[in-house]
């Protein structure tokens, strides 16, 4: 059943809203929630799109879209299940029994589809709670608040197609050595040091100065456990003899990748001297696939490697014999089956969490259908041992891919995970794999449209110490690439998404008379960590980038730089063709791209016929970024009318054409 639409920041009818916003209080179940909102969004689109079709790419339009495509798909299904099985009733009764027996199994797939099947939500582009560069909370890390970012196209092969035989995970479609350096530069620009050593023998040192032990470093014996994030290593896609992946559809989803871990492993043991008995990887949850485990096992067979069955040379984790995390909730909303059923208090732990001295975190980049997104906070999702973690679904924003609990000040789970002392509190490093980014969690990776990545993988790691301030810089990437008409969906636009980042930074945006206390032992969680939005998807700046507050601060390494000879260096035509935001639009639109290198430019408004409409760009520009706003005027200032415009920028060594939607 498709999700529905956050309610908070539709454009649909306040008395639609007031009415989802009743039925949510009274507990309405959310498929007749879904039957409602589905018939008054069809009546209401057809009423306002028929009179004037153009309407249907205004914001409001976008807001009941999915309710009515959802519910027009739903009635079809039954449509399907009620003819498939009168055809095979009638087969019976005139002993017609294998058309019978056909339509019966067509008639049982159709209602099963109907009853299960899932469509992309296209949710409206949403407004923050916080603005631009509003920075709360209390930064982290050595240097306070600072993300490290790279990027280097090289990482990953474009021309991938992550279809079986050759998945993005493959040794050919992600450069090891790339990544290796990758990983070097942003540990050493964190911790500022020059030396691999030196940077991890600072994260230590801060870290257990941090938890009241001095500032000493790594101590041999102590035990590291990284956490992965390996969400399509489940039954059934894999051969259960050799644990070699299948060709089925979670083939190729988005996931951490094995290159990354390899590269940290190679820092921990060779650079600073962790002897691999001392350290675990792998995801409690989950199985872990042979590609995986040959890569990192040939390298280091020492290293304990963790699987939920514990075979083919891998180890079962163990629970621990005590409950361990009690949910701050205390049973009101986390329940048992997801969002009914039991309550749901405590879990219990795998003893290499609750053992380790220090736990390292590589989640992916992704966004996500039921939290808005995944990163740091949500990876903890299968660190217990119950093979599901449905029982935590109720403290998402759409706890049954249904957005009844949108908005903010709200109990979110991903607080008590990232504060528990055994999770965030215990997390030495942050690492998000951003090399291949991902439309939701059981997609595979998607190509982003967004500058710098211009219609390629991601190919790109950011590290912190500062967790808050990492889910807060990812949060911006994938808000900003998955917006309303995305093909691949836009859950990062449900209200409230960010709100897990808000409530771990400051305890003011916590629910009313409510306290996070996932130790249950009556101690309230400190700031976790600053939260913050950056000024603009272009320049991607923040409060310490533009010295006004002590927010976060993002340092990004462009690695696309190419060594030609000698001292001479040449960069990628361009890394922002161009954007044009918003679009559809009125009044204006904001033409924005950014130029690596100098030369001549032509940036003009077109009509449907190739009829030049306006010249914005007719000369010499140098490398830099560049703005302008077209006001939707001819070149001698008239105003145009409603319709298809094309912007196109060319220069010698490009040329790119966007699709201008102008709407009255």
């Not at 629970?319 to 909730?329: C, L």
């Not at 740091?376 to 999702?381: T, W």
Request: with cysteine; charged share 20%; glycine share 8%.
């Amino acid at each position: 059943m498709p999700a529905i639409m956050n309610k908070r920041n539709s454009h649909l009818p306040d008395y639609m809203k007031r009415f989802s916003q009743s039925l949510e209080n009274m507990k309405i179940p959310s498929r007749i929630v879904f039957l409602f909102l589905g018939v008054v969004s069809t009546i209401w689109f057809l009423i306002r799109v028929i009179p004037k079709p153009t309407r249907a790419t205004y914001p409001c339009m976008q807001a009941a879209y999915p309710f009515m495509s959802g519910f027009i798909a739903y009635l079809l299904g039954i449509a399907a299940t009620m003819f498939a099985f009168k055809k095979s009733k009638k087969g019976f009764m005139n002993a017609r029994y294998i058309a019978a027996f056909a339509f019966l199994f067509i008639s049982v797939i159709a209602a099963l589809f109907t009853l299960t099947a899932d469509s992309t939500p296209v949710y409206a582009n949403s407004k923050l709670m916080l603005g631009p560069n509003q920075p709360v909370g209390i930064a982290r890390g050595v240097f306070p608040g600072r993300v490290v970012w790279v990027w280097d196209p090289k990482s990953t092969n474009e021309n991938c197609t992550n279809l079986f035989g050759d998945g993005w995970f493959m040794e050919k479609n992600t450069d090891l050595t790339v990544v290796n350096s990758m990983l070097a530069d942003v540990v050493k620009k964190l911790s500022g040091k020059n030396t691999i050593k030196d940077s991890w023998d600072t994260f230590f040192k801060y870290f257990n100065n941090q938890h009241s032990k001095g500032e000493v470093g790594y101590t041999e014996g102590e035990k590291i456990f990284i956490r992965t994030n390996q969400v399509s290593a489940s039954s059934g896609t894999y051969n259960t003899t050799t644990f070699e992946i299948l060709d089925q559809k979670r083939y190729g989803m988005a996931e951490t990748s094995p290159q990354i871990v390899l590269a940290l492993l190679r820092q921990l043991v060779n650079d600073y001297g962790v002897k691999q008995e001392y350290i675990s990887v792998g995801d409690p949850m989950k199985h872990m696939y042979k590609h995986f485990y040959d890569m990192l096992h040939n390298e280091f067979p020492n290293v304990t490697y963790l699987d939920s069955d514990g075979k083919v040379g891998r180890t079962k984790p163990i629970s621990s014999s005590r409950p361990v995390i009690y949910y701050s909730d205390r049973g009101s909303i986390l329940k048992d089956g997801g969002t009914t059923g039991n309550a749901v208090v405590y879990d219990y732990y795998p003893t290499v969490i609750t053992e380790a001295n220090y736990v390292i975190i590589v989640p992916a980049m992704k966004a996500h259908a039921r939290a808005g997104v995944t990163l740091n906070g949500k990876i903890h999702f299968g660190s217990n041992l119950r093979g599901s973690a449905t029982h935590l679904h109720g403290g998402l924003v759409s706890p049954d891919k249904v957005s009844t609990r949108t908005g903010y000040g709200l109990y979110r789970v991903q607080v008590d995970l990232m504060g528990h002392k055994d999770l965030g509190q215990k997390t030495l490093l942050f690492i998000l794999d951003a090399l291949w980014g991902g439309s939701e969690a059981n997609d595979p990776p998607r190509k982003f449209l967004m500058a710098p990545f211009n219609n390629d993988w991601t190919s790109s790691i950011m590290v912190s110490q500062d967790q808050v301030a990492l889910e807060s810089v990812g949060f911006d990437f994938l808000k900003n690439e998955f917006s309303a008409g995305n093909p691949f969906g836009s859950y990062p636009q449900m209200v409230g998404s960010d709100d897990h980042i808000l409530q771990a930074a400051d305890s003011t945006y916590w629910p009313a008379g409510f306290k996070y206390d996932p130790e249950g032992n009556g101690t309230s969680l400190p700031s976790l960590g600053v939260c913050e939005h950056w000024n603009n998807s272009t320049d991607k700046q923040y409060s310490r980038n533009l010295k006004t507050g002590n927010g976060i601060e993002l340092m990004f390494i462009d690695n696309s730089v190419t060594s030609v000879s000698g001292n001479e260096t040449v960069r990628p035509v361009s890394f922002d063709l161009l954007q044009c935001y918003p679009n559809p639009f009125n009044p204006s639109t904001t033409i924005q791209y950014q130029l690596q290198n100098a030369g001549n430019v032509s940036l003009v408004v077109t009509d449907i016929h190739g009829r030049i409409i306006s010249t914005l760009v007719d000369g010499y520009q140098n490398s830099g970024k560049f703005q302008y706003r077209w006001e939707a005027k001819d070149q001698y200032s008239a105003p145009v009318a409603s319709g298809i415009y094309f912007v196109t920028i060319r220069t010698s060594e490009f040329t790119k054409t966007i699709k201008l939607l102008f709407v009255k």
